[in-house]
């Protein structure tokens, strides 16, 4: 067989590049700790690492919401503590105006107290992130949540909430809304609302009431009629009937009931007490609650201890309904509370999940692409080596020829 000089020159350099190849490419591993360089390294583990990255992407952004939500959810507890003050403090000054013996500037001095307290109470709730969002907006976050004029408060955000995704399947709300939290708050105790009629005489005076007994409650408008300053009846609005109060000693129903000061007024599952001297003809209602905002409780409350009309039997009991609904807001508040708590406990839990996740995913990763360098030097010296080698030799029978072999 015989080879051509340009056969053998062509086939030694093949060869050496092959080698230099080779050699370039074990170079690149140690460079980047890789061995998987490309799909046509390992094409079965290059798939197996693409879908662990695609895994370990989705649950560092899992993390990245989480921080989101801890950030706004933390935000959030504070102004719910903050609003908490501001009510407690309100309440101290209503508990502080409840008092006979102030005067009317007395009471225009602590009205002028809750104004400000209505105005930190607003500023509250439109209370901003890092990034300027509003916390209590829900979905219009660039929107201030809430608007004032003069003491009317009003919410103009959105009532929807955004969901934040803090796991493959689990999803949180990262805030709440100012309607929720600020507006939505059963009025009176909660159940009811007691009121004395404007048109009363006497000093009278009702307190907000309790429940007694929640199954016996019928959700009517109730009017407690005095028919003289010892004696009362009560009448169903809702159905123009009478409430019986009693029956008499041959079991039929009584509708009349004496009264003294301080005596509580017992019916249909509640109580409500009356303090003073009613006047014959003087009036107090029970209704069901509705709904009253915490900022619409301070500004009744200012109203009342503003006014120069209303009768102290009035201004007490209208001070005791505000007492009564800055209670239930406090209350409603603490829920809330409690919820952005447990949220805030869920993300802490999700993310020290997702880390555990992500070190399992990385090492992962690692094991599949990974280089091991003992192995790579070793054959990066073997390499080495065999390209030396075959340079020498090339090197050595490239001098070779017939006229080295007839001149000796």
Known sequence: MRISTLTFQNNAIDQMDQL?????KTQSELASGKRIQEAAD???GMAQVNQLNVELSASRQYVTNQNVASANLTLEEQALSDATNVLQSARDLAVQANNASLSAAQRQDIA?????????????????????????SGYAAGTQPF????????YVGSDGVRQIEISANQRISGGDTGDSVFMDIPAGNGTFVTSAAAGNTGTGSIDPGTVVNASQWVPDQYTIAFTSATQYRITDDTTGQPVALGTDGSGNPVYTASFTSGDTIAFRGIEVTVNGAPASGDQFTV??????SAFATLSSLITTLNSTTLSSAQIASQ???????????ISHLGVASASVG??????????????????????????VSDLDYAAAVTQ??????ALQAAQQSYASLARLSLFNYLQG
């Open 342 to 367: 447990a949220r805030l406990n869920a993300v802490t839990a999700a993310q020290s999940s997702e880390q555990s996740a992500q070190t399992q995913l990385q090492a992962s990763v690692s094991q």
């Open 20 to 24: 230099e190849a080779a050699l370039a």
């Open 112 to 136: 002028t107290q809750l104004q400000q307290q209505l105005q930190q109470l607003v500023a509250i709730g439109n209370r901003t992130d890092s990034n300027g969002n509003y916390l209590f």
């Open 319 to 329: 001070i005791g309904t505000a007492i009564a609904q800055i209670d239930g807001a």
């Open 287 to 292: 209704a069901p609650a509705g709904k009253a």
């Open 380 to 385: 990066l010296n073997t390499q080495e080596v």
């Open 42 to 44: 390992d094409p079965a």
């Open 147 to 154: 608007t004032q004029t003069g003491n009317a408060v009003s």
